[in-house]
């Protein structure tokens, strides 16, 4: 007797190979004494696009399900607030950046093992795109999020999802794509959690700090929230990045809307303008200043990239995997 075929669901992720015939671009990092290039503030709005947002605290919460009580992962809070850490934006940019920028493989599994080329950055002094960027051992980074709050307030539910498993081989570096979030029904169920969430359209607000960054730079930066400025002259979104927990299960994807800009420019009024934050100034403009300038990006990561993450009109898979 023939056996069965099974079906087995299209996992819900990419993967971006690294580049191995060229290796990151690494030179000594600028310093922090004084300013120059482009510094200031970049005010910007996320809303959630997937199904729903998971951002965990790290805490389990009680709720009441038929009659008895259930734990949940909670959502991160601040001062009772519903909250994106800024860290964790900036460990989210920073995956998107490495990608696009042929920068050095920071975060491995156990027993996993890097192409040399792709090995941590150890000298401070010679330092990938990324490891300019963000920081690395004995470098303060020079860009950074602050937390995301509410701009309205959102009422959180529950859901519950199947448990989540890495993938058993490495084929580069992986992200997930933006599907149709599938409900399962609230029954209790081994390999099956609870977590509390906040729904689609759900916005928050955040701050970009960047200090003494090139054009080409902030222009990896913008690519990695999810702007493209290669169509024409208009700068659009491209796509929605995966920022919180549960991303396997379809959770997590944001828009990123550019709301002000503040800059900071070395002249004699340098410290009237570090105690306002910078002068106000348009947006489009610097903006399209720093897509144009491809110094840093891998155009074949960067295509990969950008083909892989758009949103999907699919089904996320139910199976645990």
Request: proline fraction near 7%; charged fraction near 25%.
């Amino acid at each position: 007797m023939a056996r069965q075929k099974v079906s087995v669901e299209p996992k819900p992720f990419f993967w971006v190979p690294l580049d191995k015939e060229r290796p990151p671009q690494k030179y000594e990092p600028p310093t922090h004494e004084s300013y120059r290039d482009w510094s200031g503030r970049l005010k910007l709005e996320l809303e959630v696009v997937s199904d729903y947002l998971f951002v965990g605290s790290g805490e389990f919460g009680l709720f009441t399900l038929q009659g008895c009580e259930r734990s949940y992962y909670a959502f991160a809070r601040r001062n009772d607030q519903l909250i994106i850490p800024g860290t964790g934006i900036k460990g989210a940019v920073r995956s998107v950046v490495e990608a696009i920028s042929n920068s050095c493989v920071r975060q491995i599994a156990k027993g996993e093992r890097v192409p040399q080329l792709h090995e941590g950055c150890k000298n401070e002094n010679s330092l990938c795109p990324a490891c300019r960027l963000f920081g690395s051992t004995g470098h303060r980074g020079r860009v950074h999020f602050s937390d995301a709050v509410l701009l309205s307030q959102v009422e959180p539910t529950k859901i519950k999802i199947a448990d989540l498993w890495p993938p058993r081989q490495t084929k580069g570096r992986k992200f997930y794509q933006a599907k149709q979030f599938q409900p399962l029904d609230m029954q209790p169920k081994k390999n099956h959690r609870f977590l509390e969430v906040v729904p689609k359209g759900t916005r928050f607000q955040t701050t970009l700090y960047f200090e003494n960054t090139t054009a080409a730079e902030m222009g990896i930066m913008m690519r990695a929230i999810g702007l493209d400025g290669d169509q024409g002259d208009a700068v659009v979104s491209a796509f929605p990045i995966k920022l919180g927990g549960a991303k396997p299960r379809c959770l997590g994807a944001v828009r990123w809307k550019l709301v002000g800009l503040h800059l900071i420019t070395p002249s004699s009024n340098l410290l009237a303008a570090l105690s306002t934050g910078g002068e106000q100034m348009p947006i489009s403009d610097s903006v399209r200043t720093w897509l144009a300038d491809h110094t840093l990006l891998n155009d074949k990561a960067w295509t990969k990239f950008r083909d892989q993450a758009r949103s999907l009109n699919e089904p996320c898979p139910r199976e645990v995997y």
